[in-house]
């Protein structure tokens, strides 16, 4: 998928005219970003999203030189559209370039309806407008409806809350009182993931246990989890699945409002320390970029089929994960939490860990 999208980069680029030099350049710096190095052995939401978008963007280059040419543009357009609706769904950010990418032609085409001898490409850049958005929408509004069905949220993406965490994963000794708890937990994973050089912004999973159970206690400032038990047999069927082939349960369906809640503290973090925050977001951007320091995949990771590997991935971290917060929050006190709730670790005894500086 990576080297896909660094050749379409390469054709993107001789689409804008780029000498052929020059744009096999960009193509070949593209392909050795690190993560696509890495992880192109994996078929992950990164890579997969980034060749929809850069075959997206292709497709929308030929719809426009068609537009230039004043000939048929409308497959052109076509193409495109499901390819940036695959990359919306993919990763749903890709929205926000496909919202700036249709309202450049929207304004496109006011300014030439008042240039003369240019009210024909005004209407074509127009036309091409529309038929990217209504193109787009299906498919993305369909899986918005099945968000609404499964857990009551006509939303495109239900993961933001957790994902907010990974900007602000240093940060959690600094909430305010109402969010005592939670930054209790989080700073403690953060604490016992974090050290020797060692970064891992996405802690916020080795603590889902004690949250959640905090969430279903009732000690968080949020209303406790929603027993949700849809009627609908495709629903149910779906949720299954999820919970068979891919790990997940309930209690990551069910925890939308812990995630947003988790979000929420996230962003009051960021504008209450704005300097620290933008120091982790743009290290971030850096270190992750240019980072040729992962291993490589495992053969486990790349030999087997998809089911029996991702069961077995799934299974060793969860594993992992249980074993070391069992460790670090008392062994006891832990397996009593575990006996009632497989899967789920105490949130008692993380009161012990108070926020340091």
Not at 98 to 110: D, E, K, Q, S
Request: aromatic share 10%; with cysteine.
């Amino acid at each position: 998928m990576g080297l896909l999208a660094a050749l379409l980069v390469y054709f993107s680029l001789r689409a804008l005219g780029v000498r052929p030099e020059l744009a096999l350049v960009g193509g070949v710096c593209f392909a050795l970003v690190g993560a696509i190095c890495l992880w192109e052995l994996l078929i992950l939401s990164e890579l997969l999203s980034l060749f929809f978008l850069t075959l997206g963007i292709w497709f929308f280059l030929c719809c426009m030189r068609a537009v230039s040419n004043s000939t048929g543009f409308a497959s052109m357009a076509l193409l495109s559209a499901v390819c940036f609706s695959f990359a919306i769904l993919t990763r749903p950010e890709n929205l926000v370039f496909f919202l700036a990418l249709t309202l450049v032609l929207v304004v496109l085409a006011v300014r030439c309806s008042y240039l003369p001898g240019m009210q024909r490409a005004a209407r074509s850049l127009a036309k091409a407008a529309l038929l990217l958005g209504v193109s787009t929408a299906p498919l993305v509004l369909c899986w918005m409806s099945w968000n609404l069905v499964s857990f009551g949220q006509f939303r495109i993406n239900t993961l933001n809350g957790l994902t907010a965490t990974e900007s602000t994963y240093n940060m959690f000794n600094l909430v305010d009182s109402e969010d005592q708890l939670v930054g209790k937990i989080l700073w403690r994973s953060y604490l016992l993931k974090n050290g020797d050089g060692h970064i891992y912004r996405d802690h916020v999973w080795f603590a889902w246990g004690d949250l959640y159970t905090a969430w279903q206690l009732g000690l968080l400032p949020i209303p406790p989890p929603r027993v949700h038990r849809p009627e609908n047999v495709l629903v149910i069927n779906a949720h299954n699945w999820l919970d068979r082939q891919l790990g997940i349960n309930d209690n990551l369906i069910q925890g939308v409002d812990l995630y947003d809640y988790l979000g929420h503290v996230s962003w009051k973090l960021a504008k209450k320390h704005p300097s620290l925050y933008l120091h982790n977001v743009l290290y971030n951007f850096a270190t992750d970029t240019f980072d040729y320091s992962h291993p490589p995949p495992s053969p486990s990771e790349t030999e087997g089929s998809p089911r029996s590997r991702g069961r077995e991935r799934r299974s060793s971290q969860t594993s992992l994960r249980a074993h070391r917060l069992d460790q670090s929050l008392g062994g006891a006190v832990a397996h009593s939490r575990l006996r009632s709730a497989p899967g789920i670790c105490s949130v008692q005894s993380v009161g012990a860990a108070e926020p340091g500086t």
